[in-house]
């Protein structure tokens, strides 16, 4: 079981960047594969990125492809998601996920953090 936190929200104007971290507590964070999804008012939850446990291979929704990064870090139990050139259309409370598969689904994912909320302002 992996207990996730995440952190790095708040409110941005368009064009700008946040970095989003993600905590991991337990002891298979670094064999999990790590996800970022979001969800905007009145939509429903949305694949954002995934990256595998070992080798970090990386997946990018295509509406972030290009201006979002994800990464991790084992040692520090914690994924991030770099984002820039945020646009009002990123706005959206933004989850990290753990999973064995790695997949843009969420129902592959069992782990789920409270998240975060991302503002971007025009």
């Known amino acids: 079981q992996v207990q996730l936190v995440e952190s790095g929200g708040g409110l941005v104007q368009s064009g700008g960047s946040l970095r989003l971290s993600c905590a991991a507590s337990?002891?298979?964070?670094?064999?999990?594969?790590m996800g970022w999804f979001r969800q905007a008012p009145g939509k429903e939850r949305e694949f954002v990125a995934t990256?595998?446990?070992?080798?970090?291979?990386?997946y990018y929704a295509d509406s972030v492809k290009g201006r979002f990064t994800i990464s991790r870090e084992n040692a520090k139990n914690t994924v991030y998601l770099q984002m820039n050139s945020l646009k009002p259309e990123d706005t959206a409370v933004y989850y990290c996920?753990?999973?064995?598969?790695?997949?843009?689904?969420?129902?592959?994912?069992?782990?789920w953090g409270q998240g975060t909320q991302v503002t971007v302002s025009s």
């Open positions: 990256i595998a446990p070992i080798i970090g291979s990386t």
């Open positions: 337990g002891r298979t964070f670094s064999s999990s594969v």
């Open positions: 996920a753990a999973g064995r598969k790695f997949s843009s689904r969420p129902s592959e994912y069992n782990n």
